[in-house]
C-alpha cells in the first residue's frame, strides 16, 4: 500500500466573494484585536452575535471594510489569512473637521490614516492561528504589494500597536518603518495604552515576486 502523503497542502490565493463574509468578519476581529468586536457589539440586537453584524458590514458591496478588498489564503478547503487593503482616498475638509467628534478609541486611528492618503492602506491582515509560522503572512504582503501597484498606488501603509512587538517586528523585516505615531486611549477592549504606530513602504524598494512560486 503506497503511504499517505502527510505534505501540507500549498496554499491558494483568491479573491473573496460574498459568501466569505463570516470568515472576513473573524480574521477582521483577529487583526482589530477586540477594537471591532466592541463595536459590532454595540451595535448588535439583544441576544444577536457581534460577528453576525460584522458579517453583514464585511457583505456590503460599497465600503472599504468589504469583501471586495479582500484576498483570501486558503490551505486544502479551509480559509487560512486574509488581506484587506485599498487606496486610501485625500480626506476632505469635512472628515478631518468630524475628528474631534469621533470616539476617542477611533481618533488616533483616523487620524493616521489620514495623514497617507493615496498609499495603498492595509487595512488588516490576519491568519488563524492554526496556519501560522508557514509563510503566510509574508505572502499576503506580497500580493499587497502587487493590488498597490494594480491601484497605482507609490507606497504602502498601515497601523501596529507599539506594544505588539511580534507584529511590529514582521513588518520591520518586510521594509517597513515608522513614520508617524499616536498615543491612545486605553480601553478594556484591547491590552494596549501607549502608542500606535503608522508603518509604510515606498514600491520603489519593493522587487516583483512570482507569487505562484511561492512554497
Known sequence: MKPADLTPALPRFRDARKTDARAVAQLIEIAGEGIAWFFWSQEAEPGQDPLEVGAA????DN???S???AVLAERGDAVAGMLLGYRLPTPSAGDLAALAELPALLRPLLELEYQVPGSFYINALAVFPQFRGHGLGGALLSIAQERARAAGCDSLSLQVFAENERAFRFYQRHG??????????AHPCYPYSTEVLL???????????????WA
Do not use: H, M, Q, W
Open 57 to 60: 458590514r464585511a457583505a456590503r
Open 63 to 65: 465600503a472599504n471594510f
Open 67 to 69: 469583501y471586495r478588498n
Open 176 to 185: 517597513y518603518e515608522v513614520v508617524d505615531r499616536r498615543p491612545i486611549f
Open 199 to 213: 508603518v509604510t513602504r515606498s514600491l520603489a524598494d519593493v522587487e516583483g515576486r512570482d507569487l505562484t512560486a
